[in-house]
């Protein structure tokens, strides 16, 4: 296991498909940037229906798979020589093993897809479950892959004034001073006062709620962008839907980063629709932030 002492690791999901090598590829870049030790993650489970299965059987298994996480460390030392880079062979699904870990990981980095360990986007795959659940920040690594540099740095963010849309542009300004980059808030504001709105509120001034809106949108960035006054921080405020907004913004950034949930999100959803749009349809790494306790705490709202 990694040397406590060295920091919490970047924690990847592997399992040498062509998405989990993209994911290490970011998971290395980004252990370089923080200085931090990288481990290696490989789920070992029967990809069957659940049945009981001979002992005989898993001790050939068991090899192949150690074979995995063995090239997985490989290939990460060769990115990155001076980088501590550990195995972690897990028992049990690919989320349930992923989910464990990530307690103790700094950030967890998978693939949009896997071959058997990690699987695809469907409801219920590890890129869905994994962000949805884990105490700390996930990234999907979508193709065509952007790798994390030092040049031409934007992070872009979505909030929506939920706990955990805040704690993502927070995330997000920590990513662009890593990276020395820049951060982009988007919020999108739905015209509820409109009469093309779907049940139109009545006797409500439109212009004064979204006036109101961006207002405070704007108020809490500004307060939320002085833990890190090195970040330059651009606010938009936009009257369209968030998932188009979010894609369109994705095809130049080098990361988007949501919350798990946000105010649209049902408690029956795993993730927010939008967040899982974004996981399906991004240009770029989707960063995915638990909700946070915030601090400092937000100043109060003005008038």
């Known amino acids: 296991m990694i040397d406590t002492h060295a920091g919490r690791p970047v924690l990847v999901g592997y399992d040498d498909s062509t998405e989990s090598r993209h994911a290490l590829h970011w998971a290395v870049a980004d252990a370089r940037l923080r200085g931090l030790p990288v481990l290696v993650c490989h789920a070992l489970h029967w990809p069957y229906a659940p049945r009981p299965v001979a002992q005989e059987i898993m001790r050939h298994v068991e090899p192949v798979a150690l074979g995995v996480v063995d090239e997985g460390v490989r290939r990460a030392r060769e990115l990155a020589p001076e980088l501590d880079v550990q195995p972690l062979l897990g028992r049990g699904t690919p989320s349930a093993v992923l989910l464990e870990a990530a307690r103790e990981a700094e950030l967890t980095v998978l693939g949009s897809r896997g071959q058997g360990g990690f699987e695809g986007l469907q409801v219920g795959s590890a890129a ?4 949805a659940h884990s105490v700390t920040p996930v990234v999907v690594v979508r193709p065509p892959l952007q790798p994390p540099t030092r040049q031409d740095v934007r992070i ?7 706990p955990a849309s805040l704690a993502a542009f ?3 300004l920590d990513e662009a001073a890593l990276r020395e980059g820049t951060v982009t808030a988007l919020c999108c504001w739905a015209d509820c006062g409109s009469s093309s709105w779907q049940e139109p509120l009545p006797f409500v001034d439109s212009h004064a709620l979204r006036k109101g809106a961006e207002n405070r949108f704007r108020e809490v960035v500004a307060h939320l962008a002085r833990r890190r006054p090195e970040v330059t921080v651009v606010t938009e405020f936009l009257t369209e839907r968030p998932q188009r907004v979010l894609i369109e913004a994705s095809k130049d950034a080098t990361l988007l980063v949501l919350g798990n949930r946000g105010n649209e999100a049902p408690p029956c959803l795993l993730l927010g629709a939008v967040t899982q749009a974004a996981l399906l349809e991004s240009r770029c790494p989707v960063a995915v932030a638990p909700a946070a306790v915030l601090n400092p705490r937000l100043p109060p709202a003005s008038g």
């Open 156 to 162: 872009v963010a979505g909030l929506d004034g939920s």
């Open 170 to 172: 927070d995330l997000a």
């Open 128 to 131: 869905v479950q994994v962000p």
